[in-house]
């Protein structure tokens, strides 16, 4: 079956340490699309990245930046020095078979002060 | 205006009601897509509409029914819903559904729906 786990379903950090949040992917496609979204209180989902399946070096964004292991199907995502305002859901949805973008479950994460 | 706006952002109904969530959107973007966020459940794809023609429903109640008028539009109509359909409703656009590009979503602020 084609599925995607995010295993961490919450996760607590102190201001400024660095988290990862992880996802593992299964999947029968040779090309395919990788995207992380932040849910935030108020709701809406917010695009972080996108990355081919092609393309597998990983990328930085400032804070954030992301691991991507085509041999281990697997995507993660880590905030460096993280803050309150990273504290939101996040998914991880990749693009599995045709109009199938299948979002994770998402793992919460929140940042104390 | 810009992004995805989704009217409500509250909706309260009775199960024997008849409401509509309705979803705007000003990006261009010609596929449509309506999600179902229960708490503690995956974000579940409901309906997916490209060019306005409707191309993935996922064994969605027909208690659910969607309609695209044009593609910068989609509505879902409601009615005789039970309590477990109490769920925030995700509307999102892209410019092609998946795996079509790769194109990201873009999501508008759900409407909040309570079934009592």
């Known amino acids: 079956a084609q599925k995607v786990t995010q295993a961490q379903t919450e996760i607590s950090v102190v201001e400024k340490e660095d988290v990862t949040l992880d996802c593992v992917y299964e999947?029968?496609?040779?090309?395919?699309?990788l995207f992380w979204y932040k849910q935030p209180p108020s709701g809406e989902l917010v695009f972080l990245i996108r990355?081919?399946?092609?393309?597998?070096q990983n990328e930085i964004s400032g804070r954030y930046s992301w691991n991507f292991q085509k041999s281990t199907s697997s995507f993660n995502f880590t905030i460096t020095a993280s803050q309150v305002v990273d504290s939101a859901v996040y998914f991880c949805?990749?693009?599995?078979?045709?109009?199938?973008?299948?979002f994770g479950a998402g793992t919460r994460l929140t940042v104390k002060p | 205006e810009t992004g995805v706006t989704q009217t409500p952002r509250h909706l309260v109904m009775g199960m024997t009601n008849k409401k509509s969530l309705k979803c705007e959107q000003h990006?261009?973007?010609?596929?449509m897509y309506w999600y179902k966020q229960s708490a503690k459940k995956p974000l579940e794809l409901m309906f997916v509409?490209?060019?306005?023609?409707?191309?993935e429903n996922n064994s969605v109640p027909s208690r659910f029914s969607p309609e695209c008028p044009n593609s910068s539009h989609l509505f879902l109509h409601l009615h005789t819903l039970q309590p477990e359909d109490s769920a925030l409703y995700l509307c999102?656009?892209?410019?092609?559904?998946?795996?079509?590009?790769?194109?990201?979503?873009?999501f508008g602020s759900g409407t909040r729906l309570t079934v009592v």
């Open positions: 999102a656009s892209s410019q092609a559904p998946p795996p079509a590009g790769g194109y990201g979503y873009t």
């Open positions: 999947t029968r496609d040779t090309t395919y699309y």
């Open positions: 990355r081919n399946s092609f393309d597998e």
């Open positions: 949805a990749p693009t599995l078979g045709y109009n199938d973008m299948r």
């Open positions: 990006l261009g973007h010609n596929a």
């Open positions: 509409y490209s060019l306005e023609e409707r191309v």
